[in-house]
């Protein structure tokens, strides 16, 4: 059963109508032909003879066509008009729909004849009842005759609106059962021949699976029963067995168009023991099922359990019992149960409906199942939503029911076309009719609903423009009185509670007071699990199937449950307000992130102003010596520096630093560097080497590994035109000389920073009036041009001797027009130089 449950919901909708489909049509047929009365007969008492299963004359009635023709009592029946009878189908066709005055051929064995009599009787007039029917007894007829309707009317409608529920489909297939358990046989020669074998096929089946279908529900519903717990097998395995036995003899059956393979079957085992072991199983499988049902009302483990099966437990008590008895008594007295007189077995089938009409109060009343349905309301969904499907159904087999009918009248007779010819038309043409009414189902069904259903009609219309509009909210609380107005609007929950994620990750109530025992904010990471609701739940689930909120909702107002319509237009509305809170997370992240980049430009900006305080504000003015520097960052701070540091006694300091990293590390470094060198710039005056190997001490301990400096420190004399200097690592800067000549000052250190154990050598050269002195970083000669090639020194010489006789801030400004020139693409190194020209 498991397996029939997990099927797609189309498919099991499509089993279920077809299940209704064959259910109703053979309860149909049932119901038509149990009220047809013969109105003829033979006039003849028979009974089982032991002689190949013939049947035995009993009784001849005085005056009847029987007495006429010469039957006596004694004489075995052989067949009538040629058919073969038999005690399981003892009366053909002729004879049941026969009318007084036609006649029929009676083949007879009679002791002392060597060959069977061949007699031709008159049918007579069936004799009426006497003294006629009560008003009583026609009213308990009509209601024997119609009770596969209340059974059909609560099985199908629990099983339509509760497809994948296991105990719908039992509870249905259960009620199936007692329909077949009616008697058949002695009605189904007045059936047509084109639906007699789909009929008898029927019963067979159902009949067969009845008394394991008791048991497999009773023994799971609502909980499973000790005898299940014990034993689990059991129920499968009686649902097994009665199916490989039932199922070949139905199909046998239907293709027999009669009961002749299931007695042929029995007389293979004896009619003894056949019927002793149908009767086991009948009766064992029966009794079973009432214990545990029986069990469930009383010591059921929870009173819930208790609740829910007590008063199915006492209407099948009451139902079953006095139909089980009767048929133990007839079983006991070799008699058919409808044998007894008519206030003995009419009462006992009477009492069967206490069975399905208890199931219907426990479902109105105490909600088993979960049925959305209530006396007040229950109209919509039985007339609009389900009863547009039942009606087509009906209509389906009643024109299938209407064709074979008259296929065994105008068609063969008229157009020798048979029987076979009427009912497939008839069934084409119900198949048509289902399929077309289907196809207008939703149209009808709104046009219903708008004119008689309008609060439902009007929820339905709310509900879909709530799911359109829900993108619309900006905000979390927006989000949240958005969903809680509408849907206050739409389906008049007593209680609201609306749960969703905030920055955090926590589930926050933004809507409504949080369910008993359950705090306003749970905690990040909270499962569906720990937020429990006397209602109905519906989650808000996120794109990655994250929780992203939940909606809680308590009953309704007006006590109706929740419709499956319902549940889907709020299950549309969550997957919309989930996006929607998606967005917002989303729209939530990028002002975070934007506020952070702006927050970061601003930091930028203001170290970008003090890294530019850190350079020299003013050039020292010199006799001798003309000075320029500039600095050009490739992000908004840099790790480039120069400066330009009174020494005192007539010398100045002519710095150019690059530090190994750009951005703000590169520009940290390049404080601390500027920092160390003015706080012991005065000490280069007398060492400039012990003030180097100091710093170099300092920074090894101040800075990470992998982080170093080139430095080019010059100390020029003013008076004397001297300029001592130490290239730590550092591009060797050009000294250009008056009659063109250029030198390299090379360096005479490694780098600061890297090597604890650092020394370096001091060098001395003399400027003459005319030279031109240009100190520069590597982001000037590495500069990439449009062929991917390097600025390079030589284009830095070529422009030196280009502007060396302008001012040094002339020089310094062509040089970085060069190479802005040559440069068009984005700046990726700092760009830093220090021009001096001698007078």
Sequence with gaps: MRGLTSLPRPLLRIAAILFAAATVLYSALWMRYIRVQPQAMIGINYEASHVG?????????????????????????????????????????????????????????????????????????????????????????????????????????????????????LLALLFAGFIAVAPLLEIQALIPRSLRGFAVAYKVIFQGLFGAFSYYFCAVFPVPSPIDRRLPWLKSALLAGAAALAVPLGIAAFWAGSFAPVFRFGDRFGHTVTSATLSTYFFGATSLALASLIWKGLRAPTLEARRKTRVIVWGSVAGVLPFMALNAAALFMGRNPYYFPFWVWAPSVLAVLLMPLSFAYAIIKHRVLEIPLLLRLGARYLLVQRGFTVLLVLAGAAVTLLFAEWSSGFLRTRLDLGAAAGTTLGAGFGIALVWTGTRLRTRVTQRIDRAFFRSAYDARQIMQALAERTSAATTREELGTFLAGHIRQALHPSSLTIYLEDRSGSLVAVQGAPPEGQERILPAGSSQDRVSDA????????????????????????????????????????????????NIRLAEQIALRLEAERRTAVELELAKEVQSRLLPRRVPRLQTLDCAGHCLQARAVGGDYYDFLELGGGQVGLVLADIAGKGIAGALMMANLQANLRSQAGLAREDLRGMLCRLNQAMCESIADHRYASLFFGCYDDAARRLRYANCGHNPPILLRADGGVERLAATATILGAFESWDCSVAETILAPGDALLLYSDGITEARGDQDDEFGEARLLETLRRHRHGEAPALVAAILEAVREFSAAEQADDITLVAARCR
């Design 535 to 582: 209602g109905r739940r519906v989650p808000l689930l996120g794109r990655d199937g994250r929780q992203a909120g939940v909606i809680l909702l308590g009953e309704r107002l007006s006590e109706e449950p929740y419709s499956s319509e319902d549940r889907r237009l709020l299950t549309s509305v969550a997957s919309q307000a989930a996006l929607a809170l998606e």
């Design 53 to 169: 299963h013939l049947l035995r004359v009993s009784g001849v009635v005085e005056g009847s066509g029987a007495a006429a023709a010469g039957v006596r009592p004694g004489d075995l029946l052989r067949a009538i008009d040629g058919q073969a009878l038999t005690f399981h189908d003892p009366m053909p066709e002729t004879v049941m729909r026969g009318r007084p005055g036609d006649v029929v051929r009676l083949t007879v064995e009679r002791s002392g004849e060597a060959a069977p009599l061949v007699l031709p009787v008159v049918l007579g007039p069936r004799p009426g009842e006497q003294g006629g029917r009560t008003p009583a007894r026609a009213i308990a007829v009509q209601l024997v005759d119609s009770f596969p309707v209340v059974f059909l009317v609560v099985g199908f409608f629990v099983l339509f609106m509760r497809l994948q529920d296991r105990n719908a489909w």
